[in-house]
């Protein structure tokens, strides 16, 4: 099918730009650090029925040794570790500088691909990821139409480090992931081990620390939260992950990424029906650019 890891990386962004709905409404009431452990492990809880459903077995048992050290090592990387840097930045940044230092992933992730296994990119292609970078760019620093209050951050200096090692760690994590995903391996299948990396380290870490109690706590106390939760991670780590990996199969890592990167661009129409934000003719113009970036990687 032409354009299918394109279309996988648009659709990732989108999920993504749900999921980020639900995390934003569960940050009102949960730490951080809470709705990570959680969305780690509701959502390897739909995977294994998912799998199971699709494939006769909750985990890809036959799958090689290779294939699952690859792809957990990509869940570490990117889903813990990555996930990690990324949620303190944005408490560092905010979300909108947050988002912009997470830009840089394609940008990471065009190097590695070139390096490790030479993917060239074309002019029009690279053209194509920097106008596109350019409009997401400007669709995150545009100013909101009302005035902007005591939300707005001063620019952290550990923010900005948190933020390009979030990007980098996301980079490294499709880039691990493109190895354990080579020949036709399903996506549902390669997001389950990658999952089940993740919820071992983040409850290990957990454990480690004494402080799971305060999670499993916080979850039963707040049932409303816990939904938002359940509801950022079907469309985060259940379908927009395993629809990156599909991504990933079908496209160069440097086109899929940067179209993975248009979250703060769905985010606009998602915010003026879902939260009733306005926005202003810059940001209109800054998600035109993105369009225009999207349009010369996808001719």
């Not at 999920?15 to 650090?33: P, R």
């Not at 230092?101 to 990821?129: C, D, K, Q």
């Not at 990658?194 to 409850?203: D, E, K, M, P, Q």
């Not at 599909?246 to 086109?255: F, K, T, Y």
């Amino acid at each position: 099918m032409p354009y299918l890891g394109e279309a996988a990386a648009l659709f990732t962004s989108f999920c993504w730009s749900l999921s980020a709905v639900g995390f934003s409404m569960a940050g009102k009431t949960f730490e951080s650090t809470t709705i990570n452990r959680i969305r780690i492990s509701l959502a390897f809880i739909a995977l294994l029925a998912i799998n199971w459903l699709a494939y006769g077995q909750p985990l890809p048992f036959n799958a090689s040794a290779s294939r699952w050290l690859w792809l957990m090592a990509s869940g570490i990387v990117g889903l813990a570790i990555g996930d990690f840097f990324l949620f303190r930045s944005y408490q560092l940044l905010g979300p909108r500088i947050g988002l912009l230092m997470l830009s840089l992933a394609p940008v990471y992730s065009a190097i590695i691909a070139w390096l490790f296994f030479g993917e060239l990119m074309l002019i029009r292609e690279w053209i194509g990821v920097g106008v596109t970078l350019a409009g997401i760019g400007w669709v995150i620093l545009a100013k909101p139409a009302a005035s902007q209050n005591d939300e707005e951050q001063r620019i952290s200096p550990q923010g900005l480090w948190f933020g390009a090692i979030a990007a980098l760690g996301q980079s490294i994590g499709l880039v691990l992931s493109k190895q354990g995903m080579s020949g036709d391996f399903p996506p549902f299948a390669g997001t389950v081990i990658r999952i089940s990396a993740a919820v071992i380290f983040l409850w290990g870490v957990a454990i480690f620390q004494g402080n799971w109690k305060h999670t499993l706590e916080q979850a039963r106390q707040e049932p409303k939260a816990f939904g938002w939760v359940g509801f950022g991670a079907f469309f985060g780590p259940v379908i927009g992950v395993s629809a990156s990996l599909l991504s990933i199969q079908h496209a160069n890592l440097g086109v899929a990424s940067t179209l993975m990167a248009l979250p703060p661009v769905f985010m606009l129409p998602i915010s003026y029906f879902f939260f009733k934000d306005r926005f202003t003719i810059s940001a209109v113009i800054g998600t035109a650019i993105a369009i225009l970036g999207v349009s010369l990687l996808l001719t």
